[in-house]
């Protein structure tokens, strides 16, 4: 059992009582932009704020609706859950919203928001929906290989990259499907998902023999390169990194381990080895003493952090806590420290989408910077290389683990003192949006600074991991669920013999 429930029983009625008042106060921001969606772009993908209409931007079948369905479950919005499955229930796949499918994200926004709404809620639509949907993406995967294209165009069938003329992908777009499709198969009975899904790690691992031949891309045991060609099965490139283009695939080697109720082992050695070598390759100690992540390149190290790293503490913690691995718990904490801080140091307290630190005795990571990130070094120990913030949610969903895992405190308040950094910098007329620079607060320059950005992650995952933080621990428990990369829960109940 975690320790979310121990630390649960300590709680004070005074500490109870803050939270209440504080998931309440998330929940009304929640509903807040929920009603400028409902009033402006209800069933569209995203809702453009500012101009006060609707975005196609997911091939028009409502991703943020179909994103947000557990969410107004788990904040017991059932009134506008059930006029949401009422949409749901007439959504025609076959109609692309003359848009290629993005493979990786219909899967993550769309099919998990399904499965995740039916396993909440008992409604078979969604699950006949999800079954759907996914049936129309398996034509990506009829390749030589069964390595799947980026995009799809769902008429026809056709797959192909998204820089046109290439088979170039990323590690994330080949491997965050095992989640989805193991629970699609369970569900079903069919295997074939997820035979798919465990497939393309197997071709990655046959195409690609560690350090064979002078050419190898992959050279360090489990750390493998980000960049991928599809037709081929090799690594296109030789730099590796737990960000951007490769995070969810880790993430979910370990969680699929989780959710098939730690059986199947291949996903849990490939984590391990892969945290080992992260751990001796892909850390460097900044000038002001946090351990952080970066790019790797055989063994050389870019101090370059983008903001999805920020999922490896919270992901690592919870590995840890299953494996029972006080260091790599430890490891996850320092990693958690580091990513706070770039949100800490700013005076909007949001965290920029990218920053590079610079690493303790080495000298060149400074003097190779222009006087702009030297001067932004000066002030905050590292410069910005995207100093935006999009309400990227992967900072708050560790915060959230790991109070969840430890019950300290400190990481609750943190996740309160981003949610009031966003009131003040992102809440606008009608919902919420991205601000442009996170080096000013607008309580102190009186303007709003936006980026007219309003993902279906907004909903999906923003607000619900700090909606989560504060409410009842029995909420969505770690004991009970494991959440996929768009934070679609998933239950951990369902028996596995290694049959579906």
Not at 78 to 101: C, P, T
Not at 189 to 198: D, L, P, R, V, W
Not at 431 to 456: L, M, Q, R
């Amino acid at each position: 059992m975690f320790a979310e429930f121990v630390a649960g029983q300590c709680t004070t009625e005074e500490d109870k009582y803050v939270r209440k008042q504080r998931a309440e106060a998330v929940k009304s921001g929640f509903l807040y932009a929920w009603d400028g969606y409902k009033k402006y772009a209800y069933g569209a993908d995203e809702i453009d704020v500012l101009n006060k209409r609707p975005k196609t931007t997911r091939n028009g079948w409502g991703a943020t609706l179909v994103d947000s369905l557990d969410v107004l479950w788990l904040m017991g919005l059932k009134d506008e859950f059930y006029r949401a499955r009422d949409f749901v229930a007439d959504i025609d796949f076959s109609k692309d919203g003359g848009q290629l499918a993005k493979v990786f994200e219909t899967n993550i926004r769309y099919v998990g928001g399904l499965l995740s709404a039916y396993e909440l809620s008992g409604d078979k639509v969604f699950l006949k929906k999800a079954v759907e949907l996914a049936d129309l993406l398996m034509p990506a995967f009829d390749t030589p290989l069964g390595l799947p294209w980026q995009m799809l165009n769902i008429t026809t069938g056709m797959g192909s990259s998204e820089t046109q003329g290439t088979t170039r992908t990323n590690l994330a777009e080949i491997g965050t499907f095992q989640m989805e499709f193991f629970r699609l198969s369970q569900l079903t009975h069919n295997a074939k998902y997820h035979e798919a899904a465990q497939n393309v790690i197997s071709v990655m691992l046959r195409m690609n023999p560690l350090g064979e031949g002078s050419e190898s891309k992959y050279t360090i045991p489990g750390m493998y390169p980000l960049n991928f060609d599809m037709i081929t099965g090799k690594f296109a490139g030789s730099t590796a990194y737990w960000g951007g283009g490769g995070d969810s695939f880790y993430e979910y080697l370990i969680k699929t381990w989780v959710l098939s109720g730690c059986m199947l082992q291949r996903d849990l050695d490939l984590w391990t080895e892969s945290i080992q070598s992260f751990q001796r390759f892909g850390v460097a100690r900044s000038t002001d003493g946090y351990l952080f992540p970066g790019l790797v390149d055989g063994t050389k190290f870019n101090p370059y952090v983008d903001t999805f790293t920020n999922f490896l503490p919270g992901t690592l913690g919870l590995a840890s806590r299953l494996a029972g691995s006080k260091t790599y718990f430890a490891l996850a904490e320092e990693l958690m420290e580091a990513g706070y801080s770039v949100f800490d140091k700013m005076p909007s307290s949001l965290g920029a989408e990218a920053v590079r630190f610079v690493r303790e005795n080495v000298s060149s990571d400074y003097t190779a910077l222009n006087e702009r990130a030297r001067a932004e070094v000066d002030k905050y120990a590292l410069s910005l290389e995207r100093p935006y913030y999009l309400l990227r949610p992967e900072l708050i969903e560790s915060l959230f683990y790991m109070y969840r895992l430890t019950g300290k405190s400190i990481y609750a308040d943190r996740v309160w003192k981003i949610w009031q950094g966003i009131q003040r910098n992102c809440r606008v007329e009608n919902g919420y949006v991205g601000t442009a620079n996170v080096t000013v607060d607008a309580s102190v320059t009186g303007i709003k600074d936006t980026i007219d950005s309003t993902e279906s992650f907004v909903f999906a995952e923003t607000f619900l991991y700090i909606y989560l933080t504060f409410a009842d621990q029995d909420t969505a428990s770690l004991d009970k669920v494991v959440f996929t990369t768009e934070a679609h829960p998933l239950s951990r109940a369902y028996a596995f013999d290694g049959n579906f």
